[in-house]
């Protein structure tokens, strides 16, 4: 899926596994098939995962980026309404793997999709649960760090015109750029407040209609309050997604201002992983669908 991309296989994960952390030596080792982009995971018995980052990083770089993920995902577990993965061992390098690794707890659960609880109004309210819960933990004076999604609109244009540049072939480009140019002029919509950064159906687990876990929480940190109601847009029908609006008592500016993220990221899933990942390629033409639907241009 990337171009310095790490590649791992099973055996080479279970030697890892065995013989870094001893007590797993009588666990099976089983691939995980998600569409995630990040990680390659690991099963390990019925009870953890062991999580290899795929791009390349040095070393350095590697254990800082897993050192804060550890962080992030320790506090979310403290404020998160849903079971969420809990750090318990960051792996070493080995011959066969250049990288750091991470041990986490496994969260039983079935991967969102775009669209198969989007008219749920059950499934809906869980997410407005777990949007409010997180705005209500403590930010302790910090603020956006700047990188990715959740400051300004405006400093996306440059990836946003690579994304209409790939997307010639693919997708109705002319509209989609007029929807930008009004999205990237929304201001600011308020203070920063906690946030998981991330919330795609891949990383929300269902059981029947009911969210039962949320993954991938090494991101959570302050962001624009508008951040997470991407989930909203990637996950809900448009009468739901009115339901979540009235529910989390978002204003407009806030409202419109999810939906430019919630673009901003689906516009880059459509090109990037057109060949390599269709499931988040899906997810891309979903979203814009949705957002066409509400902002025709």
């Not at 809906?124 to 603020?143: F, K, P």
């Not at 760090?145 to 996306?156: K, T, V, W």
């Not at 529910?247 to 990037?272: N, P, S, T």
């Amino acid at each position: 899926m990337h171009k310095y991309q790490v590649r791992i296989d099973t055996d080479t994960a279970r030697d890892l596994i065995y013989n870094q952390f001893p007590l797993y030596r009588n666990r099976d080792i089983i691939p995980v098939e998600t569409s995630g982009t990040v990680n390659a995971i690991f099963r390990i018995g019925s009870d953890n995962a062991a999580r290899f980052p795929l791009r390349r990083m040095e070393q350095s770089e590697c254990v800082g980026v897993l050192r804060a993920e550890v962080a992030a995902m320790s506090e979310l577990l403290q404020v998160c309404p849903f079971p969420t993965p809990r750090p318990t061992g960051l792996g070493k390098p080995g011959p066969r793997y250049p990288m750091p690794w991470t041990i986490q707890t496994w969260i039983e659960g079935q991967p969102a999709t775009p669209g198969r609880l989007s008219g749920s109004t059950t499934f809906a309210v869980d997410l407005v649960r777990l949007v409010t819960s997180l705005r209500q933990a403590n930010v302790a004076g910090r603020r956006f760090d700047g990188r990715g999604r959740g400051g300004n609109l405006r400093d996306h244009d440059d990836w946003m015109n690579v994304c209409f540049f790939k997307s010639e072939d693919l997708l109705d480009v002319v509209r989609l750029r007029r929807i930008w140019t009004g999205f990237r002029d929304l201001p600011y919509a308020g203070p920063v407040v906690m946030s998981h950064k991330d919330l795609i159906p891949a990383n929300l687990l269902v059981q029947d209609d009911r969210l039962v876990g949320v993954l991938d929480g090494g991101d959570f940190g302050p962001a624009d309050a508008s951040l997470d109601l991407v989930v909203a847009w990637h996950l809900l029908d448009r009468e739901r997604r009115t339901e979540f609006l009235n529910a989390i008592q978002a204003g407009d500016l806030e409202w419109q201002r999810g939906a430019a993220w919630a673009f901003q990221q689906a516009m880059g899933l459509v090109w990037y992983y057109y060949e390599t990942n269709p499931a988040m390629r899906a997810l891309g033409r979903s979203t814009i669908s949705r957002l066409l639907e509400e902002f025709p241009a």
